[in-house]
């Protein structure tokens, strides 16, 4: 990682902690925006929080600025550590010097030294507007990855009527919200929150710097393509837009959003697009982990995208149980895309590597660390021994890539408090029930894919049949 960048990370992590050491620019300057629950948090960590209507009816930019958030804002001013952020405390509590994402994110390029001197003195019941939106319109989803759930994908709702819920302690794929007034909208034409939305934007690209589409599958949405045909018309030549998309929609739909994109640039009406794409791993186990991907598919209509664009992909990996043992062929999959398309100036192939948190069954603080922790060192070790060394080296990772693995290695080796042995229990008995079921609904074989598991998956059988709930 570089000393410049390092740096800035420390100067943004003691200007943090002077106000106290749970204090997060994110709060207040961050918002990821769910309108089919009406539900919002301020960093991915934490789970989503409800956003009640009669809030939305006196003030639309209740959509960011909840009253549960401001009380979370109270407590990071007053030097409390709020109990929903526990990924970071996790991250600051192990031995040593440690950089969290509360660190990483407010150090972000788009949070600037007036936006921190702001919100350290501004009241903590006073509205903000965000400058970075995440936002979905929808669950309208073409896959249904298996840490995933119903609330974000409409192949997992359909799957659940269709099968029932799976018979796991941890609830992560029912359907009961569908029942609850208010709490879930399929169709988007019919959705309060989506009405308080658009009331707000006119105020809320004012301020706004980086807006990310994402879904479901953003690509299914009708509201996306009008969000990017109003740029059109109004453009916002001082705004990002970002996308996620798992691009394993069709190829005629890669190429749509391909040419609305560089027109848009073009003519200078965004100032610049970055697209953010899902994969795990690759080849069979990639396409078991998230159902509905094809390997050939997602490469073909990535080519197609930065082709038309020539804009950057970032690769969001959900570093899970089964990425452990086979991860390594997707790193030699990113360093054959970077020598692709890398150029002196561009670099188009990032990635970042968080660890997944939940479900508990998809965690990897499940699986014995003699037998796994081998794999997860020598992905390290082969990043380390990648690292970039001059400009030309188009392939290869950088310091902060490498610091980013390592986070997840020491995770893995370190644990935290949060994971009890009556988790890692649960756990283990979850993953039996679970992924026999999902090879059941899905016509797969686990063991087939991931043969390196056959001795841990008998270990949760065993946890299965001496369980009691």
């Known amino acids: ?25 994110m709060k207040w300057l961050n918002e990821t925006l769910y309108l089919q629950t009406g539900d ?9 929080h409800h956003i009640p209507l009669h809030e939305i009816a006196k003030d639309p930019s209740a959509l960011h600025n909840t009253e549960f958030k401001k009380q979370q804002r109270k407590t990071m001013l007053e030097g409390g550590r709020p109990e929903e952020c526990y990924y970071c405390w996790n991250i600051e509590d192990l031995p040593g ?35 970075y939106l995440e936002l979905s319109f929808g669950n309208g989803c073409n896959f249904k990855c298996g840490y995933c759930a119903p609330q974000a994908s409409s192949l997992w709702v359909d799957e659940i009527k269709k099968h029932g819920n799976y018979d796991l302690t941890y609830d992560q794929y029912g359907i009961d919200f569908l029942n609850r007034d208010g709490h879930f909208y399929e169709n988007e034409d019919e959705n309060p929150y989506i009405d308080a939305f658009w009331e707000w934007w006119p105020d809320l690209k004012n301020n706004l710097k980086v807006l990310r589409l994402t879904g479901g599958e953003p690509l299914m ?74 390997c050939d598919l997602w ?30 062929p997707l ?15 561009n670099q188009m192939i990032g990635f970042d590597t968080p660890y997944l948190k939940e479900p508990p069954h998809w965690m990897i603080n499940l699986l014995p660390k003699e037998e796994f922790g081998k794999f997860i060192d020598d992905d390290l ?56 079921e999902y090879d059941q ?8 894919i991931f043969p390196k598991y056959e001795n841990f998956m008998k270990l949760c059988k065993e946890t299965y049949e001496k369980f009691e709930r």
């Not at 020598?339 to 002196?344: A, C, G, Q, V």
């Not at 609904?441 to 087939?448: D, G, N, Q, T, Y």
Request: aromatic share 12%.
């Open 1 to 25: 990682m570089s000393n410049s960048y390092m740096d800035k990370v420390k100067k943004t992590r003691d200007q943090l902690n002077e106000v106290g050491p749970g204090f997060c620019a």
């Open 40 to 48: 919002n948090h301020s960093c991915y960590h934490p789970r989503p």
């Open 97 to 131: 010097e440690h950089f969290s994402d509360r660190m990483f994110h407010s150090s972000s390029e788009w949070v600037t030294q007036e936006d921190l001197d702001l919100i350290k003195k501004m009241p903590w019941d006073k509205p903000i507007n965000p400058r």
């Open 221 to 294: 949405s009708s509201n996306v393509f009008k969000m990017l045909e109003l740029l059109d018309k109004e453009p916002a030549p001082d705004l990002e837009i970002n996308m996620n998309s798992n691009l394993g929609v069709s190829k005629n739909k890669v190429q749509k959003l391909s040419k609305t994109i560089k027109k848009l640039l073009d003519e200078n009406k965004i100032k610049r697009f970055r697209l953010y794409t899902s994969i795990d791993s690759w080849g069979p186990q990639a396409e078991y982990m998230r159902r509905g991907l094809k």
């Open 299 to 328: 490469e073909e209509n990535l080519d197609t995208f930065i082709t038309i664009t020539n804009s950057p992909v970032n690769i969001m990996i959900t570093y899970n149980i089964l990425c452990v043992g086979y991860f390594t």
């Open 331 to 345: 790193l030699k999959k990113i360093r054959e895309l970077r020598l692709k398309y890398n150029s002196d100036y």
């Open 381 to 436: 070790e082969y990043i380390k021994r990648n690292i970039k060394q001059n400009m030309s080296e188009f392939d290869k990772f950088s310091e902060h890539e490498y610091e980013k693995f390592k986070r997840v290695r020491n995770y893995f080796f370190e644990d935290s408090p949060r994971i009890t042995e009556d988790l890692i229990k649960r756990g283990r008995r979850d993953f039996y029930v679970f992924f026999n």
């Open 441 to 448: 609904r899905s016509f797969l074989k686990f063991l087939e």
